[in-house]
């Protein structure tokens, strides 16, 4: 079957780092995103990586190994407005996305 | 704003009622999505139509009964609904659904089945 594993919940403190990370199996891999979620609203696009490596974006970075059926994804100078889930989803063979249940990520001040 | 509206936001029904979604995208995309969200689960994929052919149906109940009458319309009707089918209901639209297709989402319906 297919699996997407990221934790449930995490906390950190405000103006730290945190990662979270995601492993997956799937039937083929055509690339892997993440979505940020606040409560009551949209998911919302992060990232997309469909090649090893790191992409930078602002204060989020998320990584991929593709060999390893890993990603994470990187949260520098934590704010509080990043208080939200975060989803991993990896798209398969069929293009079909497979979502992770989320990581529900409390900052404190 | 994504791009994508829903309404009612919240719906509480009873079990013999009969009620219907409604999600509007003003992306110009081809294909729209239902979701199904409950807490601390993956979101889960109802239906998925494209160019307004359905082209997905997770063997989901037949209480739920999707309509796309064009590329910018979803809705989702649901009659004798049971009480584990309340959970947040999502819809998204992308420009396509093979290749790389970002999913733009709305912000759901919070649906309470008593």
């Known amino acids: 079957g297919q699996n997407i594993d990221q934790p449930t919940e995490m906390t950190a403190t405000e103006g730290a780092i945190v990662q979270i990370n995601c492993t997956y199996q799937t039937s083929g891999f055509n690339g892997l995103f993440w979505y940020q979620q606040h409560a009551g609203e949209a998911p919302t696009f992060l990232s997309y990586?469909?090649l090893d490596g790191l992409e930078e974006k602002g204060r989020f970075s998320s990584f991929l190994s593709r060999s390893k059926g890993y990603s994470y994804l990187l949260l520098k100078e934590l704010q509080m407005k990043d208080s939200a889930s975060y989803l991993c989803a990896v798209l398969d063979s069929n293009y079909q996305l497979i979502w992770g249940a989320g990581t529900k990520l409390i900052i404190k001040p | 704003e994504t791009g994508v509206t829903q309404t009612p936001r919240h719906l509480v029904m009873g079990m013999t009622n009969k009620k219907s979604l409604k999600c509007e995208q003003h992306?110009?995309?081809?294909?729209m999505y239902w979701y199904k969200q409950s807490a601390k689960k993956p979101l889960e994929l109802m239906f998925v139509?494209?160019?307004?052919?359905?082209?997905e149906n997770n063997s989901v109940p037949s209480r739920f009964s999707p309509e796309c009458p064009n590329s910018s319309h979803l809705f989702l009707h649901l009659h004798t609904l049971q009480p584990e089918d309340s959970a947040l209901y999502l819809c998204?639209?992308?420009?396509?659904?093979?290749?790389?297709?970002?999913?733009?989402f709305g912000p759901g319906t919070r649906l309470t089945v008593l």
């Open positions: 998204a639209s992308s420009l396509g659904t093979s290749d790389y297709n970002e999913q733009f």
């Open positions: 992306l110009g995309h081809n294909a």
């Open positions: 990586n469909v």
């Open positions: 139509y494209s160019l307004e052919e359905r082209v």
